[in-house]
């Protein structure tokens, strides 16, 4: 015995569309589940403190200068260091002209308790003994930028051990 289905042409197409549509769905939710992975690494936590920066010309100052060498005395893309970046983005960002030498930075800023810093905040290291030689710019959540001698400029982690030891003072230019 044979059956045979007299349907109008239009209704196998709509049926065919509907199984299509069907199948597309099932398939593509198998695709939509966003797996959230909260991390912990240091790139992670330095991408936040620079997502969460309030200044945006501070955000792109930083990114147009990051990964730029170190260079004892430099002042441009071609080379920086510390001092001289914190005098460029102090000035270009803040409108405030801080002395050029990092020890004498640190002489115009009112110490701050580093609990109590605020973006744009100068924070002043000690790697050579009791004078200050080194210079960052605070950003947030335990993150600076400063122009490392092995890195070049970069965002880093204040709360770092070896930042803590040699962390001599902390403030603002206002």
């Excluded at 004078?131 to 001698?149: K, P």
Aim: charged content about 20%; proline content about 3%; hydrophobic content about 40%.
């Amino acid at each position: 015995m044979e059956i045979t289905l007299n349907l109008p042409p239009y209704t196998l197409r709509l049926k065919n569309i509907f199984y299509l549509i069907t199948l597309t769905v099932f398939l593509s939710s198998c695709g939509t589940r966003k797996y959230t992975v909260k991390s912990d690494t240091k790139a992670s936590k330095a991408a936040d403190a620079m997502a969460n920066l309030q200044s945006k010309p501070l955000y792109r100052f930083i990114t147009d200068w990051t990964g730029v060498k170190y260079r004892f005395g430099g002042l441009d893309k071609g080379g920086i260091d510390c001092s001289g970046f914190a005098f460029l983005l102090e000035k270009e960002i803040y409108g405030v002209t801080l002395p050029r030498i990092s020890r004498e930075q640190a002489n115009v800023v009112k110490r701050k308790n580093i609990d109590n810093l605020k973006e744009g905040d100068l924070v002043f290291f000690s790697f050579g003994g009791n004078d200050v030689d080194h210079v960052g710019v605070y950003l947030n959540n335990g993150f600076f930028v400063h122009a490392s001698t092995t890195r070049g400029v970069i965002v880093d982690d204040l709360t770092l051990p070896a930042y803590q030891r040699v962390l001599v003072k902390s403030g603002s230019v206002n």
